[in-house]
């Protein structure tokens, strides 16, 4: 379990929260899944992403399937009887494939509201402290032409500070449309690509002008499975986005293959998967945490939080001593304010899923200065950091800057 509130307690070394269901990962010289499930496990109800075109996979299609292949990932949900899950585990010591593993639930990584420390930056009535310190407030970039998806619990589209934007909106929870019915997907959209400029307010948007794609891949009670995440990533990735952005989470310290398979496609394939690196530390207690799924993929960008003073906040896990596990870079994640479900309109929450959406907003920022794709993406972000006097194991390369020019 990851940590869903505000309550600072974390289960130490609790079992993984999964579904039942497995992930499969294929080799990428697989050239027919589809068909290789139903040869080797005796799947005959399976559904193809390459059947709905550049639309999503229907949550509804994908819950009836006894396995969905996302083909632009070369990755399967599964629901498999103990003899069809030993079949694929015998054939997973085969060339097909390169991983199976259990699916897991994964949560929305928020703190609520805290009290404030004493202040570097603060709120003023232009703007908020995140886009100060990061330099947004001053890019003369916006992200305009670039793609900027946020896969969270869906966005509040009848909020009055994005009338008139470009944003697509999807749904990979059955029974649920992309209505924001929590609050975090609508926060976190906003401190991505919100407006700079705000009627009651600060302005808190740092890509304000970037075609935001919401993908609602977390219930409106905050959790979601790898299954719908997944679907989430390719949707996006389909659709061209280069930048997506994930503030969500599972507690657990392995590094969970599928987001190692799936983060080196999407790179492959010139998108940037940005992941909140997690809550589970307590540093008033010396407890340091760790970074947790997916973020604790080597291939997805883990992002730590800052408060104010751009200190560490005391939520925000440090780096996992394997492959993959450290925290990349550092983002304002304390007291945050942005938009929020309507009619309340606006609300100050922290959390690593607040500085994520920070990082992904200045990714789109770089995009749109350098025409950077994946790989040259991640690096200009790292290379162009402020650099912090924490640890690099608390803050990576430092904090994420937007361009000045």
């Known amino acids: 379990m990851i940590e869903p509130d505000s309550s600072g307690d974390r289960p130490s070394g609790s079992a993984p929260e999964t579904t039942g269901r497995f992930i499969v990962v294929f080799a990428e010289t697989e050239a027919d899944p589809p068909a290789f499930l139903r040869s080797a496990a005796g799947l005959s109800n399976v559904a193809d992403s390459r059947d709905f075109g550049h639309g999503p996979v229907d949550p509804a299609t994908a819950g009836d399937a006894d396995a969905t292949v996302f083909a632009s990932l070369g990755v399967a949900v599964v629901t498999a009887d103990p003899q069809q899950a030993g079949a694929l585990r015998m054939s997973s010591d085969q060339s097909n494939i390169e991983s199976i593993s259990p699916e897991l639930v994964h949560h929305a990584l928020s703190q609520g509201t805290l009290s404030p420390p004493s202040a ?22 916006t992200g305009k032409g670039i793609r900027l998806a946020v896969l969270d619990t869906g966005f509040d589209s009848s909020h009055s500070d994005f009338a008139g934007r470009q944003v697509t909106v999807e749904s990979f929870i059955p029974g649920e449309d992309p209505q924001d019915g929590h609050g975090h997907g609508t926060h976190c959209i906003g401190t991505s690509c919100g407006p700079r400029s705000s009627r009651e307010g600060p302005g808190y948007g740092v890509a304000s002008e970037a075609d935001i794609y919401a993908g609602k891949v977390l219930s409106n009670s905050g959790s979601g499975s790898d299954g719908g995440i997944i679907a989430g990533i390719e949707w996006a990735l389909v659709n061209g986005c280069a930048v997506i952005s994930m503030s969500l989470g599972a507690d657990i310290a392995q590094v969970h293959p599928p987001y190692t398979a799936i983060g080196r496609r999407v790179l492959d394939q010139g998108s940037l998967i940005i992941a909140a690196a997690g809550n589970n530390a307590d540093r008033r207690q010396n407890d340091f945490g760790f970074v947790g799924a997916p973020a604790n993929s080597p291939f997805i960008l883990a992002v730590g939080a800052l408060d104010e003073q751009l200190d560490l906040a005391y939520f925000s896990a440090r780096t996992l001593p394997v492959r993959g ?12 304010h942005s938009s929020w479900l309507m009619p309340d309109r606006y609300n100050t929450i922290s959390g690593t899923s607040m500085a994520t959406p920070h990082v992904a907003g200045i990714a789109a920022l770089w995009a749109e200065a350098t025409g950077y794709r994946g790989r040259e993406l991640w690096s200009v972000l790292v290379q162009e950091s402020s650099r912090l006097q924490a640890p690099s194991v608390d803050v990576g390369s430092g904090l994420a800057m937007a361009p000045q020019e």
């Open 325 to 336: 596990g450290q925290v990349d870079i550092a983002g304002p994640g304390y007291r945050v």
């Open 120 to 141: 570097l930056f603060q709120d003023t009535e232009h703007f908020t402290w995140g886009l100060q310190a990061t330099g947004a407030a001053t890019s003369p970039r």
